[in-house]
């Protein structure tokens, strides 16, 4: 809980242990086997954090975070958890948090949107899994696209526009250099693939402004967003694909913050493993750098997991 403009996470014997603000974005995990309490600590540093300020993204494999929304019950364990831990003495109270539930199947929740062309020929040719040669005519394609001002919405537009650019290699080739069928052939096969796990429905309009996100309510509580993973988790190349995206966009929006009192966001993935079991590398190699990099902008990623390793 948060007292004392720290995040009380535990107790020591006497001592109180605490996660100060403004260490928050150094990232973090929470690890341990089913059943010792992972999901409600993730929940109580996402309230906690909600509580200082901070805005708060949970991506929720399970289903079992919605509850955030309402105020809790005050049933025999959480009394009993109360006093265990000398809560009440601290002014523990049960609340509900302000939540907005997303979901990019649009089943669970909003949905959640980009363009291709938001999305750009390099982050799309890593999620493709593109060779060289194919990134740089995928490279290519959007640079026609610019020259022609035809905006790619969706993979409908972006598999019009290689069979366009297909139809057209020999035009094409004077100006932008010689265009395979092949590797047109190959990237149209690794859309496909990923319209499989649900692209179709990623991309499209309105496009996600992450900005939305970097908000609080009118207590000063930081917005929780929860993003339904119960379908996503079992497609990991969607999953990871929304993920870098996110990522990608934050960093790009956030100035660099240097030491900030506190976060301007923090990510948790419950069940991390499941996402970096089955990820292609190539894509995992970009995620893990932008962990590295997204911390001077302020913002705290905590993996959950019961697979540290």
Known sequence: MFIENKILIGRSGEEKVFIYPQMANRHGMIA???????T?????????????????????????????CLEGENS????????????????????????????????????????????????????????????????????????QELLLIDTKDLKAMLQYVGDNAKEFSLTYGNISRQSLGAIIRAIIALEAEGAELFFGEPALDIRDWLSTDNTGRGRIQILDCQKLIGRPAMYATFLLYMMSELFETLPETGDAEKPKMVFFFDEAHMLFNTAPRVLLEKVEQMVKLIRSKGVGIYFVTQSPK
Not at 32 to 38: C, D, E, I, S, Y
Not at 125 to 146: E, H, P
């Open 32 to 38: 341990g086997a089913t059943g010792t309490g992972k």
């Open 76 to 147: 025999e364990n959480i009394r009993s958890s109360v006093e265990k831990l000398g809560l009440s003495e601290l002014g523990f109270s049960l609340k509900k948090y302000p939540v907005n539930f997303f979901d990019i199947y649009g089943e669970k929740g909003m949905p959640l949107r980009t363009t291709v062309s938001e999305m750009g020929p390099l982050l799309l040719s890593r999620i493709l899994d593109l060779n060289d040669t194919q990134t740089d005519i995928l490279t290519v394609i959007f640079k026609i696209a610019d020259d």
């Open 40 to 68: 409600i600590t993730l929940k109580v540093l996402a309230e906690s954090f909600s509580d200082c300020g901070v805005p708060v993204f949970l991506a929720d494999v399970k289903g079992d975070l919605a509850g955030m």
